[in-house]
């Protein structure tokens, strides 16, 4: 992992607990299940980012 990606854990880190409420259903975007799917597509493309 490069010294830019450790800094930039926080932030992605918060990105992946306001998607755990998503999909709880605390976020009015949870109601609009595009949103939902464009937001899993951007983390899911940073966690490639973060693993590889």
């Given at each position: 992992?490069s010294?830019?990606?450790?800094?930039?854990?926080p932030e992605?880190l918060?990105e992946?607990?306001?998607?755990?409420?998503?999909?709880?259903?605390?976020?009015?975007?949870a109601q609009?299940?595009e949103s939902?799917?464009?937001?899993?597509?951007?983390?899911?493309s940073k966690v490639?980012?973060?693993?590889?």
């Open positions: 992992m010294g830019n990606q450790i800094s930039e854990l992605f918060s992946m607990t306001a998607l755990r409420e998503l999909k709880i259903g605390n976020n009015p975007i609009n299940p939902v799917e464009t937001k899993m597509k951007e983390i899911n490639v980012l973060y693993i590889s």
